[in-house]
C-alpha cells in the first residue's frame, strides 16, 4: 500500500494526454462545469473538480486510468448526480469521470429475456424499451426518469417494486469493468445460474464506484405484467400504518408496492404540485399507496377487496382506488417527487434507514421521540413493504449533517436505534461520503478489514472514490 496522501498533481501535460484520448471537447475546465459536477442531490455540498473528463469507449477510460494510476491522481465516477449520499461528490479534487456519453442500449435479447445497456442509460428509458417487448426491468427509484443505470448498479438501488421483484442485484448477470490500472474484465457470465468462482458480479454491484469503472451491464428481465391495481388507504395513527404493513404479508398478499408517506410529507408535495388528488381529512396521519399486479384481473380484484376489508381492522379513513391510468399516475406522482418537495422546504437532510419489516412502527415512534429530545422537525416516508424508511430531517441553523457535530449526535442516535431494531443505515442510497462516519455502529473491526482487503486487491493504489463508505 502506498503512503497516505502521496498523491499527484494534475499537471498541463496530464490534461493534453486526455485531450488526445477523448478529444478536448470532452475535457472540460471552466468554472461552469465545476459548478456542475461539483454537486449532486446530497443536501447542499460541493466540492469542485480539478478537471472532467467525458469519454465514451472502455478503451478511453482504461487509458484514462493508466495515466491517473500512474500519476496517482484522485478519480470519482458520476453517473447523473442524483445520489443522496455523495458517492459522486470529488470531495479530493482530481478527476471527475462522467459517464454520460456512455447511453446506449447495446442489445435487447428477447430469446433469453436479457439486456446488455451501457451505464448512462437512463433507468426509465430502459424500462420502456424493454416493455415494448413485452419485458419488465423491476427496479424504479424515485429518480428513474433522470438517473443512470450505472449509478443504480453502484449503489443497488431498489424503488417501490423491490417488495415484490427485489433491488437491483437480483437482475445483474455480468459486468464489464475497467480496474484502476486499466485492465478490463467481465465479472461473470450470462446465465442465470453461476457457481463458478467468487461472486465478482455481485462484489461491485453496490461498491459506489470504488473498485472499478463498470461500462457494461447484462441484465435479466421478466416477463411484463399485464395488470396493476392501486388503492390509497388513510390512516389515523402512523404508527397503525406501520403495523399494518406486516399484517398485509402474514395474511398471505404480496403487494407489488407498499409504500408509506406521512401527513406532512404528502400535504407538502400536494402543494408543491399543485395536486389536489388525494383528499385529507384533519384526523388523517399517514397513506399506505398499495399496488397489486400480475395476469388476472379477477385474481388482483380479488386480493385488493381482501386487503381493504383486513385494513377495516385498523382506525382508518375512506378507501381510494384509482380507477384509470391517470389516477394511478397522479398517485405515484406525489410518491416520487416527496423528496424534491420536502427538501424544498427545508428538510434537506435524508437518511434511509431499513430495519426488518415488523420492527417499522418501533423505528417510526422512535424517530419522533429523537425529534422531540433533539427539537428537530421530520418526516417520514418510504418503501414501508421492505421495512425501507425514508427520514427527512430539519433543524434550524443546520442545513446539512456533513462534519456538523450537533447532527452528528442526533444521527448517531438515530442509527444506534435502527440497529437496536435490527436493521442498518442504508437500505438504497449508499454510504458515500456523508453516511461514512456511522459505519462502526453496524460493522466490526473483523468486518472492515475485510472490505479494505477487497479494495485494495482492486485498486492498491486507493484512486477509485478514495473516502467513500471507509477511510484507511
Known sequence: MPAKNIYGKLTTEIVEAFKEIIGSQYVLLDEESFEKYGKDETEDLFFPPEVVLKPRTTEEISKILKICNEAMLHVTPRGAGTGLSGGALPHLGGVLLSMERFNTIIEIDEKNF?????????????QNA????????????????SCFIGGNISENSGGP???????VKDYVLNLEVVLANGEVLWTGSNVL?????YNLTQLIVGSEGT??????????????????????????SVEQAGEAVNAIFKAGFTPSALELVEINALNI????????????????????????????????TDEMEAIANLLLNYE????YFADDAQQKAELWKLRRRVAE??????????????????ALPDLIRGVKKLGLDFNFDVVCYGHAGDGNLHIRIRKEGIPNSHNIPEMTEILRSMFNLVKSLGGTISGEHGIGLIQKPYMDIVFTEAQFRLMKGIKLAFDPNQILNKGKIFDF
Not at 114 to 126: S, Y
Not at 193 to 197: L, R
Not at 212 to 232: E, N, S
Open 193 to 197: 445460474k453461476n457457481a463458478t468462482g
Open 130 to 145: 424493454v416493455k415494448e417487448k413485452g419485458l419488465f426491468y423491476p427496479p424504479d427509484p424515485a429518480s428513474k426518469g
Open 161 to 167: 417494486k423491490a417488495v415484490k421483484y427485489g433491488v
Open 341 to 358: 418537495a420536502v427538501k424544498l422546504v427545508g428538510y434537506s437532510i435524508e437518511e434511509d434507514t431499513v430495519v426488518p419489516r415488523a
Open 211 to 236: 473498485l472499478g469503472i463498470v461500462t457494461q451491464i447484462v441484465l435479466r428481465l421478466i416477463p411484463a405484467p399485464k395488470y396493476d391495481l392501486l388503492m390509497l388507504v388513510p390512516f389515523h
Open 114 to 126: 436479457q439486456v446488455t445497456v451501457e451505464p448512462g442509460v437512463i433507468t426509465e428509458v430502459l
Open 316 to 319: 382508518i379513513g375512506e378507501i
Open 269 to 300: 408535495v400536494s402543494e408543491f404540485l399543485g395536486s389536489t388528488a388525494v383528499k385529507v381529512t384533519p384526523e388523517t396521519e399517514a397513506h399506505l399507496i398499495i399496488e397489486t399486479d400480475g395476469n388476472s384481473m379477477d385474481t388482483l
